[in-house]
C-alpha cells in the first residue's frame, strides 16, 4: 500500500510538470494578435466552425453546407474527423472559432505530453524516463512548427496516438514476469487500439507512416511472434482497431471506388520533383533560422541521443536492444528528410509522404525515448531534481524559436469563407483549401460552379418548378413535369449519401456532367406512384404539383459502419473494465 501511494505521488507530481510546462508553451496563444490563419490554420477554423453548424443542426458532418459557394464540400469523407467533431463542441460553448483553435491546440499539447508519460512509463516503470521522454517530446521543434507554424492540427494531434501503438507493442511483446503477463498483455492491446484507431480518424498519413514502423519494430521481434498468444492478441487488436475507424475508412472506400476525386488524380497530392523539392539540407536539422518552418531536430534530442555512445554499455540486455531498435528508426527518420535520398530512386507509392520533413515527427518520438533513456542510464539514480535541470534547459531552449511565430498588427478577425470563382483552383480556397476533394468533374468545371446560381436547374424536358426552399443538405421544391422524361440537376456538389425523393418515392440520383447532383425523372413513374388520379389529368394544364424532396440520409454502407464502429467501442470498453476489475 504504501508503495502503491508513494507511485501515484511521482505520478501526480509529473503530471503536474506536464500541465506546467504545456502552459507555458502554450503563453502565445493568448496573444489575440497571434496569426493562427496562416498556412493550415484558417482551413482548419472554418471547417469546424461548418462541423458545429452541423451539430447544431442535426445534420451529417459529412459534407459542409456552406461551402463551395454553399453546394457543399466534404472534408469528412476523406480527412478523419477528430480535429472537428471535438473543437466544433467546444465552439459551440465559446461562440469562437479562433479561440476554439486556440483551446483544442492547448488540449492537444498537453495530451501528447500525458500520452507520452502513460506509454512511457507502461514500457520501463520508471517515473524519470517518462517524464523527461515527455517534456523532450512537448518541446520538440517540429512539435512546435506544427502548433505555431504550420497549424497542421490533425499531424500535431497524431503525436497523441504514436507512443500508444509501440507502448501497446511492446507491452504485448514483452513480458517476462508470468504473474503480470496477462495484466501487461491486456494493457498493451488497448492501448493499441485505442492509439491506432485514434490515428485513423486523425491523420491517414501518419497512420501509413506508422504502419511501416510498427512492421518493422515486428519484424525486429520475430522470434517473440512464434507465442500464439502474442499473435492472437495482435489479431484481437487489429480486428477491434478496422471495427472501431470503419465509420471513416469504410465510406472512404466506397465513395472512392463510386466517383472519381481530385484527390487521387496522378501526381496531384505530390509527385517526385514535389518530394524532392522539399527536402531538408542536413545543416537545418541543426539550425535552419532563414527558413520560416522550424525543421530542427533540437539541441536536448541531440545531446542526450549522442550521450547514448557512452550509457549503451550500461543498460541491461533488453533496453539496450530497444534503444538500438528505436535509434535506427530514428536515424532512419533523419535521412529521410534531407537531400541524401533521391526520390526518382524510391518507389513511387511512398510518394504520400508528400513532404520528407513531415519524418522529424517520427525522428521526434523515437529520439525522444532514447534521449531520455541514455540520460537515466548514464546516471546511475536521477532524482526529481535531475529532471527538473532537463526539464528548465528544455522549456528556456524553446525560446530560441519564439522569433519564428506570426504576429498581426492588429486582433485576429474570425476567417470567411472563400468565395469560388472561375480561377480558385490556381490557388487555396478559405474553407475548401485546393478543392482536392471535389468530384473530379466539379473540380474540372470550377467557372460553372462560380457562376451557377443556388436553385434547381433543368436539363432536359421541360419542368415547371415552384416554392423552392433550400437549408443546408435539406431541400424542398413543387415540380410540374410538361413532358415525359426532365433531367434536373440539384443545388449540390456529387457526393454520395443524398436521398431524393418525388411525392415519398425515391428516385435514383447520378452525378451530372459538371460534377453535381443529377436526378432522371419519368411522367410514368409519378402516374404509377398515385400522386395523380389518371393520365388525362396530368395532361391538364390545372394538373397537381409534385413534391420533391432532397435529404441527405447517407448511404447504407455508411450507416453499417457505424454501427459496426458502435460495436467495436463497446468490446474495447467491455475489455477496459474487466482489465481493470483484474488489476
Not at 496531384?268 to 531538408?280: A, C, G, I, L, W
Not at 536536448?300 to 543498460?315: N, P
Not at 483552383?425 to 462560380?450: H, Q, V, W
Not at 435539406?474 to 422524361?485: M, V
Amino acid at each position: 500500500m504504501k508503495k502503491f501511494c508513494i507511485e501515484n505521488k511521482k505520478h501526480i507530481i509529473y503530471i503536474l510538470v506536464i500541465l506546467i510546462v504545456g502552459t507555458i508553451i502554450s503563453l502565445p496563444l493568448l496573444d489575440d494578435k497571434l496569426n493562427v490563419l496562416r498556412d493550415d490554420g484558417i482551413q482548419h477554423v472554418l471547417r469546424i466552425k461548418e462541423t458545429a453548424e452541423c451539430i447544431k443542426n442535426f445534420e451529417s458532418t459529412k459534407i459542409s453546407n456552406n461551402l463551395c459557394n454553399s453546394f457543399g464540400y466534404s472534408w469528412d469523407i476523406f480527412y478523419g474527423n477528430f480535429t472537428s467533431i471535438i473543437p466544433a463542441f467546444i465552439y459551440l460553448i465559446v461562440g469562437s472559432g479562433i479561440n476554439t483553435f486556440k483551446i483544442f491546440l492547448y488540449i492537444l499539447l498537453i495530451l501528447s505530453g500525458i500520452s507520452m508519460y502513460v506509454s512511457t512509463y507502461k514500457m520501463f516503470r520508471k517515473h524519470e524516463i517518462s517524464a523527461i521522454s515527455s517534456i523532450i517530446y512537448m518541446c520538440a521543434p517540429y512539435h512546435l512548427n506544427d502548433m505555431y507554424i504550420r497549424y497542421a492540427v490533425a499531424e500535431f494531434a497524431s503525436f497523441i496516438f504514436i507512443p500508444l501503438i509501440f507502448a501497446g507493442l511492446y507491452c504485448i511483446l514483452n513480458n517476462e514476469d508470468e504473474n503480470e503477463k496477462e495484466e501487461n498483455s491486456d494493457s498493451g492491446l488497448i492501448m493499441l487500439v485505442l492509439g491506432s484507431s485514434g490515428l485513423i480518424i486523425t491523420h491517414l498519413i501518419s497512420t501509413a507512416i506508422t504502419a511501416c514502423f510498427a512492421l518493422l519494430y515486428l519484424l525486429f521481434n520475430f522470434k517473440k511472434l512464434k507465442n500464439i498468444k502474442i499473435i492472437r492478441k495482435i489479431c484481437i487488436a487489429s480486428l477491434l482497431i478496422l471495427m472501431i475507424s470503419s465509420y471513416f475508412w469504410i465510406p472512404l472506400l466506397e465513395n472512392s471506388i463510386n466517383t472519381d476525386y481530385e484527390v487521387y488524380e496522378k501526381d496531384k497530392m505530390s509527385s517526385t520533383e514535389f518530394v524532392n523539392y522539399h527536402r531538408v539540407d542536413l545543416k537545418d536539422l541543426i539550425s535552419n533560422k532563414d527558413n520560416f518552418q522550424i525543421h530542427e531536430l533540437g539541441l536536448v534530442i541531440i545531446a542526450l541521443t549522442l550521450l547514448t555512445l557512452y550509457s549503451i554499455w550500461k543498460m541491461n540486455k533488453e533496453d539496450r536492444k530497444f534503444v538500438l531498435i528505436f535509434l535506427f528508426f530514428g536515424i532512419i527518420s533523419i535521412l529521410v528528410t534531407t537531400k541524401l535520398i533521391n526520390w526518382n530512386y524510391v518507389p513511387k507509392i511512398f510518394l504520400f509522404i508528400q513532404f520528407p520533413w513531415r519524418m522529424l515527427e517520427f525522428s521526434t518520438y523515437f529520439l525522444s525515448l532514447v534521449a531520455s533513456i541514455s540520460f537515466c542510464s548514464a546516471i546511475k539514480n536521477v532524482r526529481l531534481i535531475d529532471v527538473l535541470y532537463i526539464v528548465i534547459i528544455t522549456v528556456l531552449l524553446t525560446g530560441l524559436f519564439k522569433d519564428r511565430i506570426e504576429y498581426s498588427d492588429k486582433k485576429v478577425e474570425e476567417p470567411k469563407i472563400g468565395i469560388v470563382h472561375e480561377k480558385s483552383t490556381l490557388g487555396t480556397n478559405a474553407g475548401s483549401a485546393k478543392f482536392e476533394y471535389l468530384p473530379k468533374k466539379a473540380y474540372d468545371n470550377i467557372k460553372y460552379m462560380s457562376e451557377r446560381e443556388d436553385k434547381i436547374y433543368v436539363l432536359d424536358g421541360n419542368c415547371e418548378i415552384k416554392n423552392e426552399y433550400k437549408s443546408g443538405k435539406s431541400l424542398e421544391a413543387e415540380i410540374k413535369l410538361n413532358s415525359e422524361n426532365v433531367k434536373l440537376e440539384l443545388p449540390y456538389t456529387y457526393y454520395l449519401g443524398y436521398s431524393v425523393y418525388v411525392d415519398e418515392n425515391k428516385v435514383k440520383t447520378e452525378e451530372s456532367e459538371m460534377g453535381f447532383l443529377e436526378v432522371n425523372i419519368n411522367k410514368e413513374d409519378i402516374i404509377k406512384s398515385g400522386s395523380s388520379k389518371s393520365t388525362e389529368s396530368l395532361d391538364d394544364e390545372n394538373k397537381e404539383y409534385s413534391k420533391l424532396v432532397v435529404k441527405y440520409t447517407g448511404t447504407i454502407l455508411d450507416n453499417v459502419s457505424k454501427i459496426i464502429s458502435i460495436i467495436g467501442i463497446l468490446l474495447i470498453f467491455l475489455i477496459i473494465v474487466k482489465y481493470n476489475k483484474t488489476r
